[in-house]
């Protein structure tokens, strides 16, 4: 699934090294990736004037290529230099040798009349922050009309986490090589990098696919086939049977959704269970969904000891109260998967090591950026969050997702996945319950946690995408049923 890699940009390096190691020598792949950047631009605009700025590394020797090709096609370039040619090295000092024209010291005035500005400052190595002169060239880039092309990534992102090192600019297209990098996914990147192309300049590909881990974009072709699929023979027991933990009449509404997208997503049985007077609103809500009173955590423990209850959820509209957190304790001692969400996470901000503790089975966290921080700690000013949602799994002994935009899933063992196809509409109260509920019926049928984080959260971004605007969380459960019958067939 080479297609799906998302590197890190010591990655990225490494493959760089790798082609080399087969022969392809430096110069060739800077010249691959000049030609790409400047085939990329011819596709989309029509010959003009274009400012090319380049720095002082292999970046910048990009930048020099696609001068030069775009120049023997009819473009007017004005490339400005960051630094002198004298400082340049290796690949990048060949490159600027071969530029047959003037090369100017960067200013804003090179940016005048420009129809398309190519931004080869800095690429997604940068490790410090843009100031000075280059970030006097990129605040000008910002305030002009042209379309920005950026050369692997928009200078000022840091390829790895995707956060804006001091300033950036809105590319229209950003131009990457051999596969995007994670910098490319997570926000804010995603959207400051516009329309991502990549370019295939010679790299072999295969280089780290038995890396656990290497970062992937979340796709079925991950985790298509441990999604389980009716038999003719089969049984609803079969199919599991999931608990779904409710808060009382005025908040029960959050488990009512996760219920009904636990038995929409295959679950066999879901059983909500809570105080009587929110059973009563469950009961009325839908027939499919059984329910059982039970106002104490003694009562609790019993009622998930039965038979055949193999999975259970904790925590929307459950309330941050000492019943949530004695029923999330009973929970994790028992055989059973569990997901956790939102009140059940909060419960233990300040007890996340007795929660962790008792992880020692299945258990998938589900943490929005407040509870995540609630949870494992405030985010530091440059926020990388990959790297703080596999250190969460990591410490916590469960897969956790960290939702938003970019969500990101991960396992204690380092595998991680970015998902990319949630659109904005899924910013909606109880959006989060209904992806809770998903997990847990997909746990209920067996498919292992990190499988079934990853699955869930991909449909939930395609159901919400079927429905498109005006979508509210009670649409969701019922908008699954396109989306399975499509990987069910295989149209997806």
């Known amino acids: 699934m080479p297609g799906t890699e998302l590197l890190s940009v010591v990655q990225m390096y490494a493959a760089d090294q790798a082609a080399m190691s087969s022969g392809i020598s430096g110069t060739a792949l800077m010249e691959a990736a000049g030609a790409g950047v400047a085939h990329e631009i011819a596709l989309r605009w029509p010959v003009g004037r274009i400012a090319i700025l380049c720095g002082p590394g292999n970046n910048g020797g ?57 931004d080869a400052l800095f690429g997604a190595g940068l490790s410090r922050a843009v100031e000075g002169k280059a970030g006097e060239i990129l605040n000008a880039v910002q305030s002009s009309r042209a379309a920005v092309v950026a050369v692997d990534v928009p200078s000022g992102i840091h390829g790895d986490s995707g956060q804006v090192l001091g300033t950036a600019v809105l590319a229209d297209l950003t131009v990457t090589f051999h596969r995007r990098k994670t910098g490319h996914v997570l926000l804010p990147g995603r959207v400051l990098c516009g329309e991502v192309a ?93 329910t059982e009173t039970c106002e104490t955590p003694d009562v609790f423990d019993s009622l998930i000891s039965r038979r055949r209850r193999n999975a259970v959820l904790i925590g929307p509209g459950t309330g941050v109260t000492t019943i949530t957190r004695a029923n999330v304790l009973a929970a994790l001692k028992r055989d059973l998967a569990c997901v956790l969400d939102a009140d059940a996470l909060t419960v233990f901000q300040d007890q996340s090591d007795e929660l962790f503790g008792a992880i020692n089975g299945p258990c998938v966290l589900t943490p929005h950026d407040g509870e995540f921080g609630r949870l494992f700690g405030p985010a530091g ?29 991960a396992a204690p063992d380092g595998r991680a996945v970015i998902n990319t196809s949630a659109p904005a509409e899924l910013a909606t109260a109880g959006s989060g319950d209904v992806l809770a509920g998903m997990v847990v019926g997909l746990l209920a049928q067996g498919v292992a946690p990190f499988e079934a984080a990853c699955a869930a959260v991909w449909m939930h971004g395609e159901a919400a995408r079927s429905v498109g605007p005006g979508l509210i969380a009670d649409d969701l459960p019922d908008a699954l049923i396109s989306v399975l019958r499509g990987l069910y067939t295989g149209n997806v």
């Open 62 to 118: 990009d930048g020099f290529v696609a001068a030069r090709y775009l120049q023997e096609v009819g473009w007017t370039v004005r490339l400005g230099l960051l630094g002198s040619k004298e400082n340049l090295k290796g690949d990048a000092a060949a490159m600027a040798d071969l530029w047959p024209d003037d090369i100017e010291a960067l200013s804003p005035a090179i940016l005048e009349d420009a129809d398309v500005i190519v």
């Open 381 to 409: 000013e440059a926020v990388d969050k990959l790297r703080r949602t596999r250190d969460a799994a990591a410490s916590s002994g469960a897969i956790v997702i960290s939702k938003g935009g970019d969500t990101v899933i």
């Open 198 to 290: 990549v370019i295939d300049i010679g790299i072999p590909d295969g280089v780290f696919e038995d890396d656990i881990n290497l970062v992937r974009e979340n796709e079925p072709d991950l985790w298509l086939a441990a999604l389980p699929r009716p038999a003719i023979d089969g049984h609803k027991y079969a199919r599991g049977h999931a608990v779904v933990a409710s808060g009382d009449a005025e908040s029960c509404g959050a488990s009512r959704l996760a219920a009904r997208a636990a038995l929409r997503i295959g679950a066999g049985l879901v059983t909500a269970t809570g105080p009587a007077e929110a059973m009563k609103l469950h009961a009325a809500w839908t027939a499919a969904v059984m």
